[in-house]
């Protein structure tokens, strides 16, 4: 067990590393208040499309422990 000085030091050095990711506010966006009923509702163009754009990474030994997969929607 560490004495409790060093697990102090260590909780002060991880909260120091988050930065200011534990106090950042969202900002507000109108996209937070559209329903799923709403964007129905909005009329559709002829020439709208949509895409699934897939990322990926690994490390250099390919363990699937440090593999991420990310998608992301793109209307255009």
């Known amino acids: ?3 409790a000085p060093f697990r102090g030091l ?13 106090s950042a ?5 109108p996209a937070a208040q559209i329903t ?3 964007l129905a ?4 163009s002829a020439d709208e499309r949509y895409f699934i754009v897939f990322f990926g ?3 250099a030994l390919h363990r699937a422990r440090s593999s991420h997969t990310w998608a992301t929607l ?3």
């Open 41 to 44: 509702l909005l009329p559709k």
């Open 10 to 22: 260590l909780l002060l050095g991880g909260l120091l590393a988050c930065g200011c990711a534990l």
């Open 57 to 59: 990474c690994h490390d």
């Open 25 to 29: 506010k969202k900002p507000p966006t």
């Open 36 to 38: 799923s009923a709403d």
């Open 1 to 3: 067990m560490q004495p």
């Open 74 to 76: 793109v209307r255009v």
